[in-house]
């Protein structure tokens, strides 16, 4: 496997991260299209365990895939959070959303 697609991968995976941190939705999206080309690349090269500095290349990649897993899940979560404070300071019953077509629900 080639050690430059690994590395991309890991840098493309860091680089998710911050953008989730920034919080500009641009940002993410042009971060996650990296993401998917770095991935197909290191798909289209094979197996990954060639060498111990792969395999530490490797792990470090997916340990950034696990942050931007958990980034993921709790900006959900203060998502939800902020909603449901509109919710109560607006006294409307029942869940504020989106629904599944993309429209507002409340």
């Known amino acids: 496997m ?3 697609a690994v590395t ?3 840098d493309a995976q860091a680089a998710l991260s911050r953008a989730m941190d920034a919080g500009g939705a641009a940002d993410v999206e042009q971060a996650t299209v990296v993401l998917a080309r770095a ?3 290191v798909q289209a090269v ?3 365990s060639d060498t111990p500095e792969l ?3 490797v792990r470090r990649a997916l340990k950034e895939g696990e942050g931007a897993r958990i980034r993921t899940r709790y900006l959900a979560d203060h ?3 902020r909603l449901a404070r509109l919710q109560t300071l607006t006294g409307r019953g ?3 959303g989106y ?3 993309g429209r507002f629900r409340g």
Request: glycine letters at 16%; aromatic letters at 4%.
């Open 8 to 10: 991309a991968l890991g």
């Open 46 to 48: 094979g197996a990954w």
């Open 79 to 81: 998502s939800r959070q």
């Open 39 to 41: 991935l197909a690349a």
């Open 55 to 57: 395999k530490a290349l």
């Open 94 to 96: 029942g869940a504020i």
């Open 2 to 4: 080639s050690l430059a």
């Open 99 to 101: 629904g599944r077509d």
